[in-house]
């Protein structure tokens, strides 16, 4: 299984990014995918979930109301499209993904992990 995050970047402080996860290697009707994020010199934390099936999602309250989690099965993609960015929002964000039914929050929950892609929101 094999997790392919991509579309961070650089933004201002109000602006928008879309960030991609592409999954490979197996068949993810069954997988919960989520978002976590990492900034320098803290914990790796939980941002959105989603579950394949059904496509019940769960946020963070520091980007609930910002930012919208979504799948495209066919595509094997989970997206995150955060708006309203805040300075604040600056880490390396972690698509993450593992079999189940249920929204899991915690870092030692899942089982795959991608590579991780740089956010920077200036000020």
């Known amino acids: 299984v094999q997790l392919q995050a991509s579309g961070g970047g650089l933004v201002q402080a109000g602006g928008s990014l879309r960030l991609s996860c592409a999954a490979s290697?197996?068949?993810?009707?069954?997988?919960?995918m989520g978002w976590f994020r990492q900034a320098p010199g803290k914990e790796r934390e939980f941002v959105a979930a989603i579950k394949w099936s059904g496509g019940s999602t769960y946020y963070a309250d520091s980007v609930k109301g910002r930012f919208t989690i979504s799948r495209d099965n066919a595509k094997n993609t989970v997206y995150l499209q955060m708006n309203s960015l805040k300075p604040e929002d600056t880490a390396v964000y972690y698509c993450?993904?593992?079999?189940?039914?249920?929204?899991?929050?915690?870092?030692?929950?899942?089982?795959?992990w991608g590579q991780g892609t740089q956010v920077t929101v200036s000020s």
């Open positions: 993450a993904g593992r079999t189940g039914n249920y929204i899991y929050t915690r870092r030692n929950e899942y089982d795959y």
């Open positions: 290697g197996r068949t993810f009707s069954s997988y919960v």
